[in-house]
């Protein structure tokens, strides 16, 4: 399983520790995690804090 390092991707905060998994970070504190590909064609996973996710959500709402 790939995890995904646990900061911001946008501001580099780190993310809240959770005794399990992300879904905790997630439903508790309103991080997203974000996939994507990168150019060789491998996965990549970020995260955003609830801040950054907050200004990504209002930047692609026009
Ligand atoms: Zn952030």
Known sequence: ???A???CGVC???APTTPSDHT???TNYGW???R???ADGSL???WRCNECWAKFQQS???
């Open 12 to 14: 580099g905060k780190a």
């Open 32 to 34: 997203r995690l974000s």
């Open 60 to 62: 692609r709402t026009p």
């Open 44 to 46: 990549l996973l970020m």
């Open 5 to 7: 390092a646990r900061k």
């Open 24 to 26: 905790l970070i997630s």
């Open 1 to 3: 399983m790939t995890h």
């Open 36 to 38: 994507s590909v990168a």
